[in-house]
């Protein structure tokens, strides 16, 4: 489990905290959301701060126009403040969760990630999202049989299939994004 918030946190830190550094929350800036159709609608979206930005997005088709909110079973996705977020509905470790994504690899395979605040611990920790294919699945799940899990979301690039398989050096959970980079090189799409 300390491997994967340590990647998730890797992934996501670095962006978030320049993000938050350039761009003041509750603030509103040029950006775009996606509808359903697939139609970007440009306009300003308020900055939202970290533990809401994932949950509903804020829009304006200009400054002076009245707000809309959007949860992510509403739209696509929305881009502001120099992060892409997109809609996607993930297995989880219990459950499945439907939130707005920060893209950190766009391809075949998306690797995308979010924040949350644990009260308990009294810290942020990410979490790193694939989807291939149409079907995203949390990295946590990856935990307890990596070689199986990951193996089954490459399973049409049977190089990269058996190397995850058999566990081969370098394809293992620390190598994730290693392994989403090779296969978004050799797919077709």
Known sequence: MKYILLLALLFTATTSYAQDQEYRIGDYYEGYIVNNDGERVRGYIQHLDESERYEKVIFK???????SKFKPK?????????????????????MRDT???????????EMMSWRKYNYEDRAWEGEIVLRVNGEAVSAQTFVMGFAKRMSAL????????????????????????????????????
């Open 61 to 67: 088709e200009d400054r002076k126009a009245k707000k």
């Open 74 to 94: 509403n739209i696509k996705g929305y881009k502001v403040a120099g992060v892409e977020y997109r809609s996607c509905n993930f297995k989880a470790v219990i």
């Open 99 to 109: 939130k707005f994504l920060a893209v950190g690899k766009d391809g075949c395979m």
């Open 154 to 189: 490459v399973k049409d690039n049977k190089e990269l299939y058996n190397k995850v398989k058999n566990k081969q050096k370098g394809y293992r959970l620390l190598s994730l994004e290693k392994i989403v980079d090779e296969y978004n090189e050799q797919c077709e799409g």
